[in-house]
């Protein structure tokens, strides 16, 4: 399965999760009147909203560069993904804060309320939950595996925006069941909402906290992330490696898309050609590099007699 195939299908699983467990906790809120179940129906829905824009994300930026954008789309995976975590942090963490606080203030008790169904809901949510992390985690450890990085590390650093959003969610989705539970068990043992009405509150907080990392990520990589020192070290050996190159002075990756990158280099050429034959080679080098999967585009240009020692900037 191709790199953005497999984020789609990421994207689908976490979708279906997220559907049905929404449907299933808003029924489980109104029968049992759980603050804390009903924040994370809001969660579920506000996930399955998210999912649509990341599925819009990936259709977005994947379309082929044209005259009027010869550098592609790429740049809209971080504009969806950035509508999606504004929601997450206005649908999910607002409404499960303004619940909980409505709930202490009121101070009701809620005898007599169901919550054998709330504990069956959340226990196959999550299930379902698991399912579409382990999804995400499966696609992003072998990404970390290639470029030799640590699963959480990677999370944060792919430029993917899709991939990392269900994988934050999902985490978040999984700790957010685990304190339901425990606000709703706590509510039924010693009678006293303000247990549940504080699990609703929690788990608004720890969706703020997701959906405030998810923006900032998004932010970054709209405003020009550059690669990584890593790449940018392979970039220089790469470039180095061409027969024409004698030598690399500046170099310079900014990512354009998720696993997009744009190179600017400042190379010395072997020989003394006339400048005309210096513009060809030029052009033949860089759509060599350009034979690459993850660089869109790569821009050499000579540089200057002066710029001995510049290559680190």
């Known amino acids: 399965m191709k790199a953005g195939g497999e984020s789609i299908f990421t994207v689908l699983v976490a979708f279906g999760a997220n559907f049905a467990i929404a449907i299933a906790k808003s029924v489980a809120a109104a029968m049992s009147g759980s603050a804390s179940m009903l924040a994370e129906a809001a969660h579920s829905w506000a996930d399955a909203g998210n999912e649509i824009f990341l599925l819009i994300a990936n259709r977005r930026s994947s379309r082929p560069a044209d005259p009027g ?40 008790q809620g005898e007599g309320r169901d919550y054998l169904i ?8 999550f299930v379902l939950e698991g399912i579409s992390f382990l999804q ?20 944060l650093q792919t430029s993917d925006p899709t991939v990392r959003a269900v994988f934050a969610e999902d985490a978040a989705a999984l700790v ?3 304190i339901a539970v425990a606000g709703v068990a706590m509510h039924e043992l010693t009678g006293v909402a303000a247990w549940d009405a504080v699990g609703s ?21 709209l405003t020009g992330e550059p690669g990584s020192a890593e ?26 898309g998720p696993k997009q990158l744009f190179l600017v280099a400042s190379v010395d050429l072997t020989g003394d050609d006339a400048e005309s034959s210096v513009a060809r080679r030029l052009r033949r080098l860089e759509r060599e590099l350009e034979t690459d999967p ?14 001995a020692g510049s290559q680190q900037r």
């Open 69 to 108: 954008r010869p550098l592609g789309y790429g740049r809209e995976a971080y504009v969806w993904s950035l509508l999606a975590a504004i929601g997450l942090f206005v649908v999910g963490a607002s409404v499960s804060i303004w619940h909980g606080i409505s709930e202490l203030i009121s101070g009701e």
């Open 136 to 155: 995400a985690v499966r696609q992003l450890r072998a990404e970390a595996h290639q470029f030799e990085r640590d699963l959480l590390t990677h999370a």
């Open 294 to 307: 993850y660089l869109v585009d790569a821009l050499l240009t000579v540089s200057e007699p002066d710029d």
């Open 201 to 221: 509150i929690l788990v608004g907080l720890l969706l703020g906290v997701v959906a405030v990392l998810l923006i900032d990520r998004n932010r970054r990589f």
């Open 118 to 125: 709330a504990y069956v809901v959340l226990a196959i949510s």
């Open 176 to 178: 957010g069941i685990v």
């Open 231 to 256: 790449l940018r070290e392979a970039a220089i050996a790469r470039v180095q490696q061409l027969p024409d190159v004698a030598e690399v002075r500046y170099l310079r990756l900014e990512f354009i």
